[in-house]
């Protein structure tokens, strides 16, 4: 095999407490993701050297602090193998979104080439690795819907209720650092059980940064308050994107063609398990 492509999976953070904060700077949160069956695409093919080229560049990003090409260097230098790859990026996911697009393509790069590289390190070890790049990339590098506890890195695999999404995009890039600092943020939620997450179930849940995000962007407020006009509304991770949880893909695609001028938006359906892992066999 010298080709493969991938898909990298969005994620929603159905649900999201902050329990604490630690003397790191770090939050504890309590959490579900689930993915959607709606992503970024990567292309990796073999080189015969240990180069490793990314295109098109992210605007902004130098190649080298880009978390694809970092997931190949962190490969690299683990498996100290004269390896290389040419990749390529369809990006689908808005940057600052909070559907985990950066980390699902570096997932997708460690994923991608331990098959192609023929390394075969399996899955904990990937996770391990991947847990240097950022705490959300080892549950998309496991593949399942999960609990996550910790600053997000503490993954119990769950199954949850696969319904139509509609993910609104009000067309900013929020800083998660800017919500982490602000000092209005809600810091000392309860914690509570997983088995009394999904007892309560989607009717229950909410994000605790979402007021704060509200309050700092007018924009995803804006956008909260048109989304929850139609149905039930909450904002992923820190925004900017939000979305509304529907029955069918009828209604889905009733609402997708009334968002407003000037927002991108797209439906997708929930999985439990990552449709990168659907592509690899690995379910």
Not at 93 to 105: A, K, N, Q, R, V
Not at 255 to 266: D, E, M, P, Y
Request: net charge negative; glycine share 10%; charged share 20%.
């Amino acid at each position: 095999m010298t080709v493969l492509t991938l898909p990298a999976p969005a994620k929603l953070n159905r649900m999201l407490h902050i329990t604490g904060r630690r003397g790191d700077g770090y939050h504890e949160l309590q959490t579900l993701f689930q993915f959607l069956d709606h992503g970024d695409t990567l292309t990796f093919q073999l080189r015969p050297d240990s180069e490793v080229t990314l295109f098109p560049s992210l605007a902004g990003v130098a190649d080298e602090d880009n978390l694809i090409v970092r997931a190949a260097r962190l490969l690299q230098h683990h498996s100290q193998r004269p390896v290389g790859a040419d990749i390529q990026l369809r990006k689908q996911l808005p940057m600052g979104g909070g559907l985990g697009g950066g980390s699902s393509d570096a997932a997708t790069a460690l994923l991608a080439l331990d098959r192609l590289w023929e390394l075969d390190l399996g899955l904990d070890r990937l996770a391990e690795l991947g847990l240097q790049l950022g705490a959300d990339v080892p549950v998309f590098v496991r593949g399942h819907a999960a609990w996550a506890e910790g600053i997000g890195e503490r993954l119990v695999p769950v199954d949850l209720d696969t319904p139509w999404f509609v993910v609104v995009h009000p067309g900013i890039e929020v800083s998660t650092p800017r919500v982490f600092n602000a000092p209005q943020l809600t810091r000392d939620t309860p914690p509570i059980s997983m088995a009394r997450a999904l007892q309560e179930g989607p009717e229950a849940w909410r994000n605790d940064c979402q007021s704060t995000v509200r309050e700092l962007y007018p924009e995803v407020d804006d956008a909260l308050n048109w989304l929850s006009g139609v149905a039930p509304t909450l904002l992923t991770g820190t925004g900017a994107c939000v979305f509304c949880r529907l029955t069918n893909a009828d209604e889905a695609s009733s609402i997708l063609s009334r968002v407003r001028s000037g927002w991108t938006a797209f439906m997708a359906r929930g999985c439990n398990t990552s449709p990168l892992h659907q592509a690899l066999g690995l379910f």
